[in-house]
């Protein structure tokens, strides 16, 4: 009798099942282990203080990208404060001790955890990815499993290269239809959030597909996966196909010559099968999407770019009320009020869910020939050093620094060291939380696309890129 169908996520966890513990949770064996400054300095101190060494350093690397300062000034790059100084070193000086892959701040390989690891191949489809930090579900956008962990199970995992999962359930969002011009896959996530709640994709992996999945570039793909967290999903995943092999060919992590052959051989052994059983099925015709923006402090409170702040009533049950009735406190803002006439401080285009090339060439595209706004700080944070380079070598670095953005050194920038830059602003972001203090202190953050992010910078207010173009 032939094996029931399985997903593609499926596939890949049965794949790395070591021992099943019973009541759904599996010993699993990791084949990647990521490690940056803030988290990763106390997994290798906790480690060291309980006598261990790392079981596998081949296969883990530490990366120093959260505490970092951004904007140019002269060498060497470092930390913000003393603090942050002091953990940054410590992350090297163990990370050479134990043996592992650095990727340091003068390293050409370096930029965000998250952005980096498919860039070097180190994200590939059908691997186990754990780092400690929610976001590194982002990399199930080249079809591996990715997942945040806490510092506990991180010294466990660099002490054994194995971690203990529940087994999740399996959530399918089908994404149908052609994307409208001016609409991204930010929004396309950002969509889907308003939808089912920040809590909708809780104890689930998702798997996006659909037609206007295929569509997209590998690099849009990372964007969607990088907010499953967002409706508290623990992973993101999209299954790999021809558009991320050829995308990960000759990376310097990835498999050369006969054994390339061999892993996509085994890759395309992974693609969910026919009959595959999802616990919830969600589908979601994008023909009609337009740009999405936040107007709370959730991903959840979202709306069209050209619609307005809902009133309260509409956000659901007397929970979901009252948070929204917070979140307008924060946000200073009234329901009704378009959200078209809200004023912007700052524009900011950057962090691990917006700052590869292709969202950089978007924003340049609509902001050749344009200015930002008189009193409007608008920022720009190219996800790694490769994306920086790439970016200056087609000037689109010139192109931001002509409309009046700064252009800054790879690194986590406002989710990271750069959130002390700002306070009491309203911000348009890229990036992927817009809770309260989230990007500085009383700092109110609306989330959107690069696209949009860049019309509202020049607008001076929240803007629907279609609109100017």
């Known amino acids: 009798m032939p094996p029931p169908p399985r997903t593609a996520f499926e596939k890949i966890w049965d794949e790395h099942v070591i021992a099943d513990l019973g009541d759904g949770a599996c010993l699993l064996q990791l084949d990647r282990l990521l490690l940056h400054d803030v988290t990763g300095s106390v997994v290798m101190r906790e480690l060291t203080a309980a006598g261990h060494r790392p079981d596998s350093p081949a296969q883990v690397f ?3 990208d959260h505490l970092l300062v951004t904007r140019p000034q002269a060498a060497p790059r470092t930390g913000w404060n003393t603090g942050a100084v002091q953990m940054i070193d410590e992350a090297r000086w163990r990370a050479r001790d134990l043996g592992l892959t650095l990727i340091d701040v003068d390293d050409a390989r370096h930029g965000i955890t998250h952005v980096i690891a498919p860039e070097l191949g180190l994200a590939l489809p059908g691997l186990t990815i754990a780092c400690g930090d929610s976001h590194t579900c982002t990399l199930g956008g080249v079809g591996a499993i990715g997942w945040g962990i806490g510092t506990s199970e991180g ?3 660099l002490a054994t290269q194995t971690v203990v999962e529940t087994r999740p359930k399996r959530m399918r969002v089908r994404f149908e239809g052609r994307l409208p011009r001016g609409v991204t896959a930010k929004d396309m996530v950002l969509r889907l959030i308003g939808e089912i709640g920040a ?3 809780a104890g689930h992996a998702i798997e996006f597909a659909g037609e206007a999945v295929r569509a997209l570039g590998v690099e849009a793909r990372l964007t969607l996966c990088n907010m499953a967290v967002e409706c508290s999903a623990k992973y993101g995943f999209v299954a790999a196909g021809d558009t991320v092999f050829d995308y990960l060919r000759g990376k310097p992590w990835a498999p050369q010559g006969a054994q390339w052959d061999a892993a996509v051989a085994h890759w395309r052994s992974l693609a969910t099968d026919a009959g595959a059983r999802f616990d919830r099925e969600v589908t979601i015709d994008v ?8 107007w709370g402090t959730s991903p959840q409170h979202v709306a069209p770019v050209s619609g307005h702040v809902p009133p309260v009533a509409d956000a659901g049950d007397a929970q979901a009320q009252a948070l929204a009735e917070r979140a307008l406190g ?3 803002l009234a329901p009704g009020t378009a959200l078209a006439d809200v004023a912007i401080d700052v524009a900011y285009i950057g962090t691990c869910t917006n700052a590869r090339l292709s969202d950089l060439r978007e924003a340049a595209a609509f902001l050749r020939g344009r200015h930002v706004a008189p009193g409007v700080t608008a920022i720009c944070i190219p996800g790694s050093a490769e994306v920086k380079r790439e970016a200056e070598a087609e000037g689109l670095h010139e192109v931001f620094q002509a409309a009046g953005f700064e252009w800054h050194e790879p690194g986590c920038g406002m989710c990271g060291s750069g959130r002390g830059r700002l306070e009491d602003v309203r911000v348009i972001s890229t990036s992927n939380r817009n809770f309260e203090n989230r990007q500085g ?3 109110r953050t609306h989330l959107a696309s ?3 992010v860049a019309a509202s910078a020049v607008a001076g207010r929240i803007a629907d890129p279609r609109e100017a173009s």
Not at 287 to 294: D, E, N, Y
Request: proline share 8%; aromatic share 4%; charged share 10%.
């Open 450 to 452: 690069p696209l949009t």
């Open 330 to 332: 924060y946000q200073r």
């Open 62 to 64: 530490t990366v120093i």
């Open 287 to 294: 023909s009609t999407l337009a740009p999405q923006v936040t």
């Open 199 to 201: 809590g909708g994709g």
């Open 441 to 443: 202190k009383r700092t």
């Open 155 to 157: 010294t466990h995992a």
